[in-house]
Every structure is written in structure tokens, then in C-alpha cells.
């Protein structure tokens, strides 16, 4: 049973980085699937970031893409987000999501979500 | 971006009733939609892939249908575990998009 953990500071400041990594367990992140961000605010809804493949291959949400970066790390079996020059509408909970399979899919296998507050 | 409409919004329901609930894309997916059900405080959970595909696991009360642009996701005899939201998810193109959601609430 693959297991999804979202860590990261629940407090950052506007115009700051928010960085938040997801550890996974029961699984490789090696593995043929892909791996996803997606945020969840009252605003705006479900709204994919973004997703990562083992090899460090990316796509990006249009919208975010000039701040968003993700990157793997296989040595620790985890993925990362970092988004810049944040301002009060990236107040949300963000979730990590496995890929059932390939990029761009259906996310099989979610994170329990971290909120993430930007605020001074 | 793909545009999803979901409706409606909300429905009251009791306990027993069938439930649809409709989601619209704004251009063809084919048949690359999920569903997903959603409580408060917790992750989505995947019901149901390719449109009409059950998720293994998932009570066999929920179906999916359609193609194309109009799909419909349909509880056959809503369960007090039902109360919940649900949200549909087009993966023909990126990036991802997500409906507005159907929050499903106690009639």
C-alpha cells in the first residue's frame, strides 16, 4: 500500500518560497509512475501544480509555472515543490498524488494534505 | 485549459435515494474522466477512472458513465457513508482539471 506524506512550514511570508516535500512509502518513487502537486483552496477549487517522473522530467501548470519547481530526490525516496513570490491567493492545503500511470493521469494515491497559510 | 461544469452545487438527498450528479467538459475527453469523493478534512479518494471504471474497493453503488463531453457519476442507493463531495477530473490533457464539485448533503 503505497503512503504519501506531505511536510513543510504551515506559515510563510508574502512574497517569500514555500517549500514543501512529500516522502513515500510502500512504494518506489522509481517506479513507472508519475507524481503530482495539487493544491486546494476555497477560491479556486482542486488545481493541479504540477508532476515529476523519476528521471526529473516535469510538467507545469501554465498558470504557475514562472514560480513553480519540483524536483525528485531517489535517494530519499521523495519529491518536492518549491513556488516563489507567494502572495495571499497560494493559501490552501496542498496535497502530493501518485499517477496511476503516466503523465497527466488520474492521481490514484493521495497525501493527507498540509495547509499552507501565507501570511505576515 | 479544459473547463469542467459540474452540477449541481448541492443536492439533498435521503438515505436509499439514487443520485447523479453531471459533469461537462468543455471540449471532448473522450473517456478520460475520474471522479473522486471527498470529506471534510481528508484527501479525495478515487471512485472511478476511464469514465466508467470502478476503482478497486469502491462499492459497486457507484457507477460512471458517458463520453465525449457530458459524463455522470450515479449512487444507486445513497449509504450514510455517501454524505460527502464529489468532484470529476479530466486527464485528456494537461494540466489536470478539476470540476467545482457536488457537495451531497442529508435531505
Known amino acids: 500500500q503505497v503512503q504519501l506524506q506531505e511536510s513543510g512550514p504551515g506559515l510563510v511570508k508574502p512574497s517569500g518560497t514555500l517549500s514543501l516535500t512529500c516522502a513515500v512509502s510502500g512504494g518506489s518513487i522509481t517506479s513507472s509512475n508519475w507524481w503530482s502537486w495539487v493544491r486546494q483552496s476555497p477560491g479556486k477549487g482542486l488545481e493541479c501544480i504540477g508532476e515529476i517522473y523519476h528521471s526529473g522530467s516535469t510538467n507545469y501548470n501554465p498558470s504557475l509555472k514562472s514560480r513553480v519547481t519540483i524536483s525528485v530526490d531517489k535517494s530519499k525516496n521523495q519529491f518536492s515543490l518549491k513556488l516563489s513570490s507567494v502572495t495571499a491567493a497560494d493559501t490552501a492545503v496542498y496535497y502530493c498524488a501518485r499517477n496511476y500511470f503516466g503523465s497527466g493521469s488520474y492521481l490514484d494515491y493521495w497525501g493527507q494534505g498540509t495547509l499552507v497559510t501565507v501570511s505576515s | 485549459d479544459i473547463q469542467m461544469t459540474q452540477s449541481p452545487s448541492t443536492l439533498s438527498a435521503s438515505v436509499g435515494d439514487r443520485v447523479t450528479v453531471t459533469c461537462r467538459a468543455s471540449q471532448s475527453i473522450s473517456s478520460w474522466l475520474a471522479w473522486y469523493q471527498q470529506k471534510p478534512g481528508k484527501a479525495p479518494k478515487l471512485l472511478i477512472y476511464?469514465?466508467?471504471s470502478l476503482e478497486s474497493g469502491v462499492p459497486s453503488r457507484f457507477s460512471g458513465s458517458g463520453s465525449g463531453t457530458e459524463f455522470t457519476l450515479t449512487i444507486s442507493s445513497l449509504q450514510p457513508d455517501d454524505f460527502a463531495t464529489y468532484y470529476c477530473q479530466q486527464y485528456n490533457s494537461y494540466p489536470l482539471t478539476f470540476g467545482g464539485g457536488t457537495k451531497v448533503e442529508i435531505k
Open positions: 476511464k469514465a466508467s
